[in-house]
């Protein structure tokens, strides 16, 4: 299959839907995939690891989500109209459901082309409350071939636009050779416990909760550390705050760092926390740093929140929390870091589960069978 992906979301930029978005190339990487991206600083000089996927960016969208300007959604159309007549793709992929969505619905209807529509969660939960962006997600989601969602919550955010549930399917995946294919390992005895959190600070991935359970936390492991990895609008915030309370001088805060750095935090910490909430009328859609740490064979402490439950299994997994309960969040972390068995016990079935479901050898078997079917329903109706 030839194949063009739009997205506004990809590397060098950091984030959960960039690394979805990479995955899902990469589990494509035996067709010819075509990516058309927004250009950037970070990527010029930035290849990709596939000789299959070729990336066309485009000086469009620098400052999404930020803001963008609708000079910059005419390049885009522009940019992938003339990609499309040039490479004549056998379907379209957008690998978000806002911009890219609209743009291939546009594209898609002039060159007579399928194309697959991807929901993360975020997205649809901003669209659903504008009444513009709201209609234009409909129309979209109505008229693609296929729509993939990452968790139940997002396809139940679908089919509140009437998209037909017979054209969903849930696709999310990881990969475990990128991360040096990790086996579950405790960390030293020796060492303090690690609590760790990965992902955009922001108010709605509850570091800032983290930050009043810590103290809870120290009354029963004194030594135990809290460990932030990413960057943000809050992450200011949360420095001052580290800085001008004494009970918080156990809390480091990496910032964005390289792969192969994440990896050996991963390794090196006992718990994975990310207590998401609701904030701003969003939820989280899935949450994939919940897979990464499981591929460590890390147990996770997490929101009960949006598709969550997806990623995490309480009581097998991890453990779901009221996410604006610090107490709860600090009771839940105590209880893994008290008990080293079920400390094991849920890593190791979180391991055994990611890679019997959503490793990318397994994933990728079920996405090119779900696009095949488009293309080849396609192709007998074209022709």
Not at 56 to 63: A, E, L, T, Y
Not at 250 to 261: E, H, I, M, P, Q
Not at 263 to 270: K, T
Request: positive net charge; glycine residues 8%.
């Amino acid at each position: 299959m030839r194949i063009i992906v739009l997205t506004i979301d990809f590397p060098p930029l950091g984030g959960g839907i960039s690394r979805w978005t990479w995955t899902l190339c990469r589990a494509l990487a035996r067709h010819d995939v075509r990516v058309l991206a927004p250009d950037s600083e970070a990527a010029r000089g930035a290849g990709v690891q596939a000789p299959s996927i070729r990336v066309h960016r485009g000086p469009f969208f620098r400052k999404v989500p930020a803001s963008w300007k609708p000079g910059d959604l005419f390049r885009y159309l522009l940019h992938a109209h003339r990609l499309i007549r040039e490479e004549r793709p056998d379907l379209v992929l957008a690998a978000q459901a806002g911009i890219p969505a609209f743009v291939a619905w546009a594209v898609t209807c002039v060159h007579r082309v399928p194309f697959v529509v991807v929901g993360h969660g975020e997205e649809l939960e901003r669209a659903v409350r504008s009444g513009i962006r709201r209609r234009v997600l409909r129309m979209t989601s109505r008229s693609a071939t296929l729509v993939l969602a990452n968790s139940t919550s997002t396809a139940e955010l679908f089919a509140s636009l009437g998209c037909p549930r017979e054209r969903m399917r849930r696709w999310v995946s990881v990969d475990p050779a990128s991360w040096g294919d990790p086996v579950p390992t405790d960390p030293p005895a020796s060492a303090p416990p690690v609590v760790l959190s990965v992902g955009r600070i922001d108010p709605r991935k509850g570091q800032d909760r983290m930050l009043q359970a810590l103290p809870l936390i120290h009354e029963q492991f004194p030594s135990c550390e809290y460990w932030i990895v990413g960057s943000g609008p809050s992450e200011d915030l949360i420095r001052k705050r580290i800085r001008e309370d004494p009970a918080l001088s156990a809390v480091r805060v990496f910032g964005r760092v390289s792969d192969a750095a994440l990896r050996e935090i991963y390794a090196r910490c006992s718990v994975f926390a990310l207590p998401s909430r609701e904030a701003r009328g969003e939820r989280e859609g899935f949450g994939l740093v919940f897979l990464e740490a499981a591929l460590f064979g890390k147990p996770v402490v997490a929101g009960r929140v949006g598709g969550v439950s997806d990623a995490v299994l309480h009581g097998r997994t991890g453990l779901l929390v009221d996410p604006k309960d610090p107490a709860e969040i600090a009771r839940a972390i105590m209880r893994l870091l008290g008990d080293e068995s079920l400390r094991r016990r849920m890593g190791l079935r979180a391991w055994e589960r990611v890679h019997r479901r959503f490793a990318l050898p397994v994933a990728s078997a079920r996405l090119e069978t779900w696009l095949q079917s488009v293309v080849d329903r396609s192709r007998g109706t074209i022709g």
